[in-house]
Every structure is written in structure tokens, then in C-alpha cells.
């Protein structure tokens, strides 16, 4: 997230105007490669010390409750509803901005 974080401040701060696409990029992808180098090693440095592999970072995606958890039920109104609920006001502002 930090490596993001960066990018995104890097991007949103440096102007383009007169650089090569490489030369520009050049920043965001050390970021990138850095921060993910930072990230698997210290989730390799944490199964090391405990042992434990982290049920939801496990490459292998044998999470059990997932697709409880994407769609609506009895105890839980779903990510995938709740993501379209918190996104339909800027869709709708969205949509009656650009008719005009």
C-alpha cells in the first residue's frame, strides 16, 4: 500500500510535459518492484517467526467463507451489494452531469 501511495503522489506531482515514457515511468515501477520485494518479505519473515500462513494471503485462495461473504444472506448483506449501494449516489451524479 505504501508502494501506492507513492506511485499515485508521484504521478499526481511530476508533470510529463517533455519526457520520455520510459523516464517518467522509471520512478513508479522502482516503487512498485520495491515495495512489493518489502511485502513478500516480510510476510515470508512473519511464516518463518510463527509458522502460521495467513488464511486469506495463502496464494492457493482456499478462503471458506469468500463466496459467503460476496453475496447477500441471512446474517450478512453482501460485499457485492454494498459495494454497488455505496457507489450508486456517485454513479447517479455522474450520469446527470455528463447528460447535460
Known sequence: M???VAI???LFTEPISG???WSYLRWPLIYLIAGGVASFGSYL?????TGYVI???DPRMHYAYFLYKLWPNAGFMGLLSGIILLCLPYYALFFMQSGK
Open 55 to 57: 488464511p486469506f494471503l
Open 8 to 10: 499515485l503522489l508521484y
Open 45 to 49: 519473515v512473519f511464516i518463518k517467526a
Open 19 to 21: 519526457k520520455k515514457l
Open 2 to 4: 505504501p508502494a501506492c
